[in-house]
């Protein structure tokens, strides 16, 4: 028991010390999201629609009494009580109920599609987040070290190294940094709003971003077919199954030509008759019966089977479009994929020059007083690689994702 007890708390202590996790947070709009959940009772209503086309109609009873009984050998006819059931050609309920298994397969595609969508959209707004985060730490970060330029400008300019200008231009750096960030803060807003929107809940609820990131492993794709990567998604498994249900439309437009039948049964009430004694005086009749409807109307069926085909042709197209696209999606995601990764390294070489170069200023404005304007141009010059940076490592984020989208079911 205490062994529990202290596996439950360390539970505890894991998720109160690390937060939800971008994991956690998509499960919680995989879970939410109307729009899934509203997919989803499509998927549920064609279940519950295969299951009622593949029922018989309902039979008919009707009931008939002679006003006048109609006299006969047997007796006179006082009642009639008929009953029948009608019959469609062999196979013509199963291929109905087929088309909408084959249509519930397809919304459960659309499902995932829907689920798909909504993780690269949660992702997205996530890592928009992120870097809003990062570029508020580094703006402050980037105020305390002016703040310091400003403490050393005025201990110039009170030793008489340096003029008064030295500390207005610092100050102005620091007024206009400040103003940055309220500014930042204020772009959270709406992101915040967004993202809980995407999950279902209340807008302000809080949420935690991670401090930092692993690095990005891009799914392998180009060495692989495409064709095959193309089959796996959900939405072209959509437009497969769509397809084989026009097929079983096709098939059940081709039954509908067929003749189909009624079984029945008429049970008569006979009276008895009084006026002589003949065999089975008063015995009541049982007739069975048989009835077909001929479906003459040739053109119907066949303009029937003709829309189907038709049906099936719009698809077709529907998935060589959808393959263009897909291979040209890949190709752009994969282009800009190598912009983000080439930037990356370009920031990261420019921030580390910079850097050297402003380290060597500080240096000789310490010793001699000079070049304290270009220490402030520097400092903002490495303030601003340090963003852009961080924008490439959000765009390489944001088009991981996209590349786990277009492969997803891969």
Do not use: C
């Not at 029945?264 to 049982?286: C, E, Q, S």
């Not at 310490?366 to 400092?379: P, V």
């Amino acid at each position: 028991m205490k062994k529990l007890i202290l596996n439950i708390a360390l539970i505890l202590f894991v998720q109160f010390s690390f937060g939800q996790s971008l994991e956690d947070y998509l499960k919680i709009a995989e879970d939410n999201n109307p729009e899934v959940k509203a997919n989803y009772q499509v998927y549920l209503a064609f279940i519950e629609k295969s299951k009622q086309v593949t029922a018989l109609p309902d039979p008919k009873i009707s009931l008939g009494y002679f006003i006048s009984p109609v006299e006969t050998r047997v007796g006179p006819q006082q009642a009639k009580i008929s009953i029948s059931q009608s019959l469609p050609w062999f196979g013509t309920l199963d291929t109905k109920g087929s088309v909408f298994e084959e249509k519930a397969k397809a919304q459960l595609q659309v499902v995932e599609e829907v689920k798909n969508k909504l993780h690269l959209e949660v992702k997205t707004t996530w890592y928009q987040l992120f870097e809003l985060e990062r570029i508020l730490e580094l703006t402050k970060e980037n105020l305390i070290i002016l703040k310091t330029y400003d403490n050393l400008a005025i201990s110039k300019y009170e030793v008489a190294q340096t003029s008064l200008v030295d500390v207005i231009r610092v100050q102005l750096q620091i007024e206009q940094i400040e103003n940055e960030l309220l500014t930042l803060e204020n772009e959270k807003i709406p992101l915040i709003t967004k993202f809980n929107s995407l999950l279902n809940r209340n807008s302000k609820s809080e949420i935690q971003i991670s401090s930092s990131l692993p690095d990005v492993i891009s799914p392998s794709y180009r060495s692989q077919i495409v064709d095959s990567l193309f089959e796996q998604i959900p939405r072209f498994q959509h437009l497969k199954y769509q397809k084989i249900s026009v097929n079983r439309l096709q098939e059940v437009a081709r039954l509908s030509g067929k003749p189909s039948f009624s079984l029945g049964l008429d049970y008569a009430v006979v009276g008895r008759r009084t006026d002589m004694d003949v065999p089975d005086n008063g015995k009541n009749i049982f007739m069975p019966m048989v009835s077909f409807s001929l479906p003459l109307n040739r053109k119907k069926y066949q303009a029937a089977v003709n829309e189907q085909i038709i049906n099936q042709q719009k698809i077709e197209y529907q998935i060589e479009t959808m393959k263009n696209n897909f291979i040209v999606d890949l190709e752009n995601i994969h282009k800009e994929t190598n912009d983000a990764e080439r930037n990356i390294k370009l920031y990261t070489s420019q921030i580390q020059m910079a850097s050297q170069a402003l380290n060597i200023l500080i240096v000789n404005y310490s010793s001699a007083g000079e070049d304290f304007e270009e220490i402030l141009r520097i400092q903002q010059q490495i303030l601003g690689y340090k963003i852009a940076f961080e924008h490439a490592r959000k765009d390489q984020y944001i088009l991981n994702s996209k590349i786990e989208y277009l492969l997803a079911g891969n």
